[in-house]
């Protein structure tokens, strides 16, 4: 499974931005998906996850009621549409694919990731 993030950009505290991934190569509705994302000098932590139907899904607790993660099996693609952004929420987002039926929060459960796609929040 080949996956594509896109979407990143500048905006401004307290924005709504949303990010998407494309997926190619494989069974999209096959695989739970994620997303991770990295700030400079940090470890990537996970964001958000979904379930291979959309019925599930997990939210870290520093997104949680804020950031909304959805997928279209249809369009082969995931979205993570983010509301009232905030300056720690500046990083490199990654999507993830996994062959497991669960929703998991650990990058090593995840089989195949995208490049990555900036998302800078500015005061």
């Known amino acids: 499974v080949q996956l594509q993030a896109s979407g990143g950009g500048l905006v401004q505290v307290g924005a709504s931005h949303s990010v998407f991934c494309a997926a190619s190569g494989g069974t999209f509705s096959s695989y739970g998906m994620g997303w991770f994302r990295q700030a400079p000098g940090k470890e990537r932590e996970f964001v958000a996850a979904i379930s291979f139907s959309g019925g599930s899904t997990r939210y870290s607790d520093s997104v949680k009621g804020r950031f909304t993660i959805s997928r279209d099996n249809a369009k082969n693609t995931v979205y993570l549409q983010t509301n009232s952004l905030k300056p720690e929420d500046t990083a490199v987002y990654y999507c993830?694919?996994?062959?497991?039926?669960?929703?998991?929060?650990?990058?090593?459960?995840?089989?195949?990731w995208g490049q990555g796609t900036q998302v800078t929040v500015s005061s």
């Open positions: 993830a694919a996994t062959p497991r039926g669960l929703v998991p929060a650990f990058p090593a459960l995840y089989d195949y």
